[in-house]
């Protein structure tokens, strides 16, 4: 018969974690009943749809990019992760709200550094990173990706000019939370993204969300041709404003990690803790959002959303006001 499993993952960048699988006869399944049957799937360095990945005991992967099963671990418990912190912090179901687990799907095509959700086959596809060797399935990866889908069952943010770049910085805010959520001390918490990929190398972070022009390219504050950037560089002004009313401005050490964030026009900006401006994100993106929200028309809707949580006299809705001002958006 058929019927839940726990096994064990030993993933590259997680260390080693508690996976729910599906034990199938002699067989175990990385499909997770738990979680909407949320699947893995070994594109083998192809394309498609892939064929589900089974073991005979319940332990995936070694921690090493060598073992074809490591990114497999890393992409389940990304999706498992991804899947409890939406179900328990905002009574979320899943991507869409429907119950239903995305499928994910790892080691596409060769030397692949990139990894992208889709809403045509509800699935994750993640590349094996440069020489094979980098897979691109670091939790706060997979918590971003994965956030495209919420965000495209949600406001419907269009992935060009600023709505894109709210529409990227969303992804970056809810993959970021992600990791935090997951408490995992082999992977802490930081408002960094990608920083345990590699991608450019040298072992630096793709993006940064403090001060987001740390990557050569994003920008820290609106202006009016900030909406002319790519998606991933007009995100900046929504992830350092997010980062001011989490966290304030100026330096700040957090799980071993220092920041030094600056606001637009020198002011002092209190954060209110990430808890409490991620509910605001997501009670905008969900409720006041839509598929053509600008910059100024997410200011005006986070204000809402906190005025919704928390009152418009409240401290919440001011730290809203006054991170919104430390990014030029007025
Ligand atoms: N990894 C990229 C992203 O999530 C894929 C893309 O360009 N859409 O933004
Ligand atoms: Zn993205
Ligand atoms: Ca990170």
């Known amino acids: 018969g058929i019927e839940e499993a726990t096994g064990t993952g030993k993933t590259e960048y997680s260390g080693t974690v508690s996976l729910e699988t599906t034990q199938s006869g ?35 992967g070694d921690g090493t990019p060598g073992n074809t099963q490591t990114a497999a671990a890393d992409a389940a418990y990304g999706a498992a992760q991804t899947w409890d912190f939406y179900k328990k912090t905002f ?24 990894a992208f959700w889709s809403d045509s086959c509800f699935c994750m596809t993640y590349g094996d990173g440069s020489g094979n060797n980098h897979p691109l399935t670091a939790l706060d990866v997979a918590g971003h990706e994965m956030s495209h889908g919420v965000t495209s069952a949600t406001a419907g943010l269009v992935y060009s000019g600023e709505s894109g770049g709210l529409n ?99 002011s002092t900006v209190t954060g209110i803790g990430r808890d409490k401006a991620a509910a605001i994100w997501f009670r905008a993106l969900t409720t006041k959002f839509t598929s053509t929200t600008n910059y100024a028309k997410a200011r005006t809707g986070t204000l809402a959303a906190a005025a919704d949580l928390y009152g418009a006299n409240s401290a919440e809705y001011a730290a809203v006001n006054k991170a919104w001002a430390g990014v030029n958006v007025k």
Not at 213 to 228: E, H, I, M, P, R
């Open 168 to 266: 990227e910085a969303t992804s970056d805010i809810f993959g970021t939370m992600v990791e935090f959520f997951a408490n995992n001390s082999s992977d802490v918490g930081d408002y960094l993204i990608g920083e345990k990929i590699d991608i450019r190398g040298n072992g630096t972070p793709l993006r940064y969300m403090d001060k987001p022009s740390k990557d050569g390219a994003s920008a820290d504050n609106w202006s009016s041709t900030v909406g002319n950037k790519d998606v991933h560089y007009s995100s900046g002004v929504a992830n350092h404003f997010f980062y001011l009313l989490a966290e304030g401005s100026g330096a700040k050490t957090i799980n071993g990690v220092s920041y030094n964030s600056p606001t637009a026009d020198g």
């Open 91 to 114: 009574g979320r179901n899943g991507i869409k709200n429907n119950g239903v687990g995305a499928l994910s799907k790892v080691h596409y095509g060769n030397s692949y550094v990139n």
């Open 26 to 60: 002699s067989s175990y399944q990385l499909k997770d009943g738990t979680r909407g049957n949320q699947a893995v799937n070994d594109l083998k360095h192809g394309s498609g749809t892939g064929t589900l990945y089974t073991d005979a005991d319940n332990v995936w």
